[in-house]
Nanobody, 125 residues
Framework: QVQLVESGGGLVQAGGSLRLSCVAS????????MGWFRQAPGKEREFAAA???????AYADSVKGRFTISRDNGKNTVYLQMNSLKPDDTAVYYC???????????????????WGRGTQVTVSS
């Protein structure tokens, strides 16, 4: 059973940066696609970024050019580097994993089987 634990959230001023980490335990996820999603108060969970097993990446239009997703298979960890943060980026950020092997960087929530508990990111204006 894969477990995901996010960290790195916090309070930052607009224009600042944060790096989120997602550590997987239970087994290696090096052959699994991973994603970051976010949910703001009163809104539905939305896609932010994903990375396929081969390293291909995909981003939501709202974060493209500001966020970068990456993975370190040796550490079983996925990162989300967030730059030029805006108040609209305020949300709980969730890490997710596809349990099917060799998946692609998809934005579809239902294709992710394992989820972390989330880490809060707050951007002040």
């Amino acid at each position: 059973q894969v477990q995901l634990v996010e960290s790195g959230g916090g309070l930052v001023q607009a224009g600042g940066s944060l790096r989120l980490s997602c550590v997987a335990s239970g087994r290696t996820v090096s052959s699994n696609a991973m994603g970051w999603f976010r949910q703001a108060p009163g809104k539905e969970r939305e896609f932010a970024a994903a990375i396929g097993w081969g390293g291909y990446t995909a981003y939501a239009d709202s974060v493209k050019g500001r966020f970068t997703i990456s993975r370190d298979n040796g550490k079983n960890t996925v990162y989300l580097q967030m730059n030029s943060l805006k108040p609209d980026d305020t949300a709980v950020y969730y890490c997710a994993a596809q349990m099917a092997l060799y998946g692609g960087a998809t934005s579809r929530v239902h294709e992710y089987d394992r989820w972390g508990r989330g880490t809060q990111v707050t951007v002040s204006s």
